[in-house]
């Protein structure tokens, strides 16, 4: 039977959601995609009209069929939690079960249950700044986003993962190593993430039989990235000093993530998995 997988993230065919979502489906699991909501409209607009189809081609020539879009705002578990702004907002005002625990139930009522759970989203909306020029709400909003959005996610979509399902996120190596320029909290952000990966490991494990891991990603020219700033010198960086010499590719993540939602990686949980060519293991630069 394919699996059913929900990938949190993913709103035009540049960042790591994207390929996730392609390597399931060329494993033929069936995709599901949570979307920022004040990026929704484009994304679908641009899905409608045909502007990923060259980005949706499989390896076997097929197009990769999305079943189903919802919209998302990570950072709200309930709607009690909305601010009236918000609720106010053009851009939010025509969607609606956006919330964390409303998309879950939506998922639940269409679906009945999920095998994989992805989260590749993050936001630190004080990125560009030191650490120590960061202020208490930039920092709490970058652990809001980047952070608590998995705790919450895998909470409620939990109950409707199958035993034997796996979840996934996304993280940076910024989280132990010292990388100037991923700031506004995003780096401890990340550390919270990778932490997190450890006891949501123990604890969905042991209540679900549910595997959680974390891909440590390379540096990737995504959207989000772009906005950090200094995308292009990390890039440039890992080709000079990382030990295999070559470009990442988003694929190269997403193969991983089929791998470790797949059976293969059945005895794999808890685990930060470096796909990042290497980078990570050199202590100098060459
Ligand atoms: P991306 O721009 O493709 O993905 C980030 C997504 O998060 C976007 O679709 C955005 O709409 C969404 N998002 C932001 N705030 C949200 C919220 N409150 N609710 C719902 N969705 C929200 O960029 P990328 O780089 O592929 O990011 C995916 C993950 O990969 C992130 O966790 C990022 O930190 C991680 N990563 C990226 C690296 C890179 O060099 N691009 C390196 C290592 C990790």
Redesign the pocket.
């Known amino acids: 039977k394919g699996k059913r997988a929900f990938i949190?993230?993913?709103?035009?065919d540049?960042?790591?959601?994207?390929?996730i979502a392609k390597s399931l489906a060329a494993a033929g699991a069936e995709i599901l995609l949570?979307?920022?909501?004040?990026?929704l409209n484009i994304?679908e607009t641009s899905l409608r009209r045909g502007k990923f189809d060259e980005s949706r081609v499989l390896p076997d020539g097929s197009l990769m069929e999305i079943t189903k879009v919802y919209p998302?705002?990570?950072?709200?578990d309930t709607p009690e939690d909305v601010p009236e702004d918000i609720k106010a907002n053009k851009r939010y005002a025509g969607s609606s079960n956006w919330t964390i625990k409303e998309v879950a139930a939506c998922v639940k009522q269409d679906f009945g249950s999920i095998d994989i759970l992805v989260?590749?989203?993050?936001?630190g909306p004080e990125v560009t700044k030191p650490l120590l020029e960061t202020s208490r709400k930039g920092y709490l909003a970058a652990i809001?986003?980047?952070s608590y959005?998995y705790v919450s996610l895998l909470k409620h979509f939990l109950p409707i993962v199958n035993p034997g399902g796996s979840s996934i996120?996304?993280?940076?190596?910024?989280s132990e190593r010292i990388i100037p320029g991923y700031g506004g909290g995003?780096s401890s952000?990340?550390a919270a993430?990778e932490s997190d990966t450890k006891v949501l490991a123990f604890e969905a494990g042991r209540k679900h039989k549910v595997r959680v891991n974390t891909?440590?990603?390379?540096?990737?020219?995504?959207?989000?990235?772009?906005?950090?700033g200094f995308?292009d010198m990390?890039?440039d960086y890992s080709l000079e000093n990382a030990p295999f010499q070559k470009e990442?590719s988003?694929d190269e993540?997403g193969n991983t993530a089929a791998f470790l939602a797949s059976p293969l990686a059945s005895a794999i949980t808890g685990a930060v998995i470096y796909v990042?060519n290497g980078l990570n293991a050199m202590g100098v630069g060459v």
């Open positions: 949190a993230g993913v709103a035009d540049n960042g790591y959601g994207w390929a949570g979307t920022w909501v004040p990026a994304f998302l705002d990570a950072v709200f989260h590749s989203l993050a936001n809001s986003a980047s959005s996120s996304l993280t940076y190596i910024a995003m952000a990340k993430l891909i440590s990603a390379g540096p990737l020219r995504s959207r989000a990235a772009k906005a950090i995308i990390m890039i990442l988003a993540v990042d």
